[in-house]
């Protein structure tokens, strides 16, 4: 929660000052400070401020995508494009392959050492681990695993990253489904309460029916004992009497 409090409060800092500056070189040397600063990890907002557009047609052009890189790129993006763009400061580097790391823990929760070499451009298992541990693990960006047996880094926790465009459109799909399955999820709990009510009633007027049957069948031998006749002592004396006459 921390964390997160803190990148919420360096991007409305970053935004404020990218909406308040009216000139170009001003603007790439924010998106330079914003970009090599340690704690910062989400770039979208700032990205969006409309001013930004003052960088296109300018000199400092290359800046707005060094921007853009650092909201959904990885190192590798970087290198395939250095010839167009300007010279990375050392605090980037590290901060565009911190990145690299929450993008592949993004959709793999297994990372092999082999894999994340190639993708940080490290020699090393030990330059490796450091990095995982130093600007990774201790920086609160990821938590996980270092299987030295299995050369590989078990993900257990990864902060998440701007939303690339194409990650926007799969996420509006997938709420799409969800909502299409929503609907008829509760389409069918609405008929599954609507039978449970007509069965309600049917065994309210079953039971109804039952209990005026019960109250019959008291009444019917209530009166067929009132009927019957009454014999007394004195009765049963006569007519025994009357037999052995």
């Not at 409309?50 to 590798?76: E, H, I, M, N």
């Not at 290198?79 to 010279?87: F, I, T, W």
């Not at 451009?121 to 450091?130: H, K």
């Not at 039952?210 to 019959?216: A, M």
């Amino acid at each position: 929660m921390d964390m997160e409090r803190k990148q919420s409060e360096l991007i409305d800092h970053f935004v404020k000052r990218a909406t308040a500056v009216d000139a170009a070189a001003p603007l790439a040397d924010l998106i330079l400070e914003a970009t090599a600063h340690p704690s910062l990890f989400a770039f979208s907002e700032i990205l969006s401020v409309p001013d930004l557009a003052k960088l296109k047609g300018t000199q400092y052009a290359s800046s707005l995508y060094v921007l853009r890189l650092f909201a959904c790129g990885t190192w590798s993006d970087y290198k395939c494009n250095a010839g167009s763009l300007p010279a990375l400061v050392p605090d980037q580097v590290r901060k565009l392959k911190q990145l690299t790391v929450l993008t592949l823990a993004e959709t793999e929760k297994v990372l092999p050492y082999d894999q994340l070499m190639e993708e940080l451009d490290v020699s090393n298992v030990r330059e490796l681990e450091d990095f995982l541990i130093n600007e990774c693990m201790y920086a609160g960006i990821v938590r996980g695993k270092l299987d030295q047996l299995r050369r590989c880094f078990e993900v257990q926790f990864a902060a998440g990253r701007d939303l690339r465009p194409e990650q926007l459109d799969n996420m509006i799909q997938t709420l799409s489904d969800w909502l299409g399955t929503s609907d008829s999820l509760l389409h069918l709990i609405q008929e599954k309460i609507k039978w449970a009510d007509i069965m309600s009633e049917t065994n309210k007027k079953h039971k109804k029916e039952i209990e005026d049957k019960v109250e019959e069948v008291k009444k019917s031998l209530k009166l067929n004992t009132l009927s019957r006749p009454t014999w007394t002592y004195e009765a049963t004396k006569r007519a025994f009497l009357n037999l052995e006459e």
